[in-house]
């Protein structure tokens, strides 16, 4: 019997970060009301209840490239056995890769919750897990359990008081999951670092909002949405070049003609309040417009990846993350008629980096999307093309040289890079770049980038920073490859 571990090189493992978003002196004014597990004879006035917000991370497996589960509850429990739900997926159950998480926090979640002592978290999965080979050439389907639909992972010997401890963080320690090969048997170990350690490793948090509009601010660019899952009141706000897509026409919409009600679709980066107090707010470049009532029988897919072919209209994207169990390493998507938010057709090539919509056909290696939109990360908008056409599309990879006064920095690029770049100095403004690792604070002499964006002469305004060896970081940019490698032109946050 041939067990394999699905290790990892680093000391960041699978987190499930359950942080409430009011400290106990404010819960009266974090809304609640329900009534204790366990209580009984409490008046009103004594009953609380706090904000919980779920979040997920993990880090890469050296034995597998992804690992893709299938979430559908979660809960917690107190002392006397009473079960509150954290998480209910169970109609549309969340699908990650956990491989893609390295260092990010996926925020699942915000319910409210009676304030107590949680002694077990329950974590309820889809019983199969899709394990992808190292090079991408295989995909094996496990299951957690031989038999049922799904599976509980029970995290027991827990003493979470929320009204004095704010943070729960769950760790899918992926260096002890073992698979065992004659029985095709995954089995999971989850463990309870502290919290500080566990939040302290986040690189960045990012969220998928999907629900209904409540408000809209034009002026400021900021969307107010009420999601079943991550709660009512989600903050948004949209970058300068941020692009808003009506899925109904294909067409590119003005943040003005939204109006409350209308159902959207975002994905965008996660910044947390500077206390738990404060709310959290969704950075996001793409709106997506859904209809009120889409067709009967069309499933709608979304995924984002990196570019491994492109042959035509077909682009076959190695994927990261998906709506969706893929089967495979990667997928065919078809973007002959897709409407592009940011870059163009003649922008993918192997390495971008790429976010697609549209409907699927076939499964596993026969599958084909056909896309009605596609975003080109750190790429320009249309509009910013036609009011730029000499800016082109790529990446700067080097070693910080000089940090300028007017906040610019230079970079210098010791090799050819692409079509696009060539070796010696580049400027680059990061004023309005979204950190995929590291922060502006890691900017310093000597340290190593990686800004994509628009590259005009010399000067590039980055949409994307990754910043290599930035303090907490377990998973950073290396330095630039050489000219030969495949994923040197344009290529996109990695």
């Not at 502290?194 to 660019?221: C, E, H, L």
């Not at 056409?389 to 692409?418: C, Y």
């Amino acid at each position: 019997m041939k067990r394999r571990s699905i290790s990892q090189p680093r000391a960041s493992k699978i987190h499930l970060a359950l942080q409430v978003a009011c400290v106990a002196a404010l819960v009266a004014g974090c809304g609640g009301g329900g009534t204790a597990p366990g209580a009984s004879g409490v008046s009103p006035s004594q009953v609380q209840s706090v904000p919980m917000q779920t979040y997920i991370t993990d880090n890469l497996a050296t034995d597998y490239s992804k690992v893709w589960v299938s979430i559908e509850k979660i809960t917690a429990v107190d002392g006397t056995g009473a079960e509150v739900t954290l998480l209910d997926a169970t109609a549309a159950p969340a699908v990650v890769n956990l491989s893609s998480l390295a260092a990010v926090g996926q925020f699942m979640s915000t319910v409210d919750i009676p304030v107590g002592v949680y002694s077990e978290v329950r974590v309820t999965l889809a019983n199969s897990v899709q394990l992808v080979s190292l090079d991408g050439s295989s995909t094996i389907t496990g299951k957690l359990a031989p038999t049922g639909a799904d599976f509980i992972i029970h995290v027991k010997g827990l003493s979470v008081d929320t009204s004095t401890n704010g943070q729960l963080v769950l760790d899918f320690n992926l260096a002890r999951f073992t698979y065992d090969a004659s029985s095709g048997l995954v089995t999971p170990v989850v463990e309870v670092p502290k919290p500080s350690d566990a939040f302290g490793k986040f690189v960045a948090q990012q969220a998928n909002v999907n629900g209904t509009v409540q408000s809209i601010d034009v002026a400021n660019r900021i969307l107010v949405v009420n999601d079943a899952r991550l709660g009512n009141g989600v903050i948004v706000t949209l970058t300068t070049d941020a692009v808003v897509v009506d899925e109904a026409s294909g067409a590119t919409v003005s943040l003005a003609t939204l109006a409350a009600g209308a159902h959207v679709e975002i994905q965008g980066m996660v910044t947390p309040g500077a206390t738990t107090a404060d709310p959290v707010t969704v950075v996001a470049s793409v709106v997506h417009v859904e209809a009120a009532h889409p067709p009967v029988a069309v499933l709608t897919v979304a995924g984002t990846g990196k570019v491994s072919a492109v042959n035509g209209n077909l682009v076959t994207v190695a994927l990261d993350e998906a709506s969706f169990l893929p089967g495979a390493n990667g997928i065919v998507v078809d973007v002959g008629s897709a409407k592009f938010a940011h870059g163009q057709l003649s922008d993918l090539a192997a390495g971008v980096t790429v976010a697609f919509r549209g409907s699927i056909s076939g499964t596993s290696a026969s599958a084909v999307v056909l896309a009605t939109d596609i975003d080109v990360q750190g790429a320009p908008s249309q509009i910013d093309l036609q009011q730029n056409p000499e800016q082109r599309f790529t990446a700067v990879n080097g070693a910080i040289a000089t940090l300028n006064s007017d906040g610019t920095f230079t970079v210098g690029v010791t090799r050819a890079d692409g079509p696009v770049v060539v070796p010696g100095l580049y400027t680059v403004d990061a004023s309005h770049a979204t950190y995929l690792k590291g922060n502006a604070s890691c900017l310093a002499v000597g340290n190593v980038v990686q800004a994509v964006g628009s590259l005009v002469s010399t000067t590039m305004t980055a949409k994307y920073m990754n910043v290599a060896g930035c303090t907490g970081e377990a998973h950073s940019e290396p330095a630039p490859p050489p000219p030969s490698a495949p994923a040197s032109s344009a290529s996109g946050p990695k």
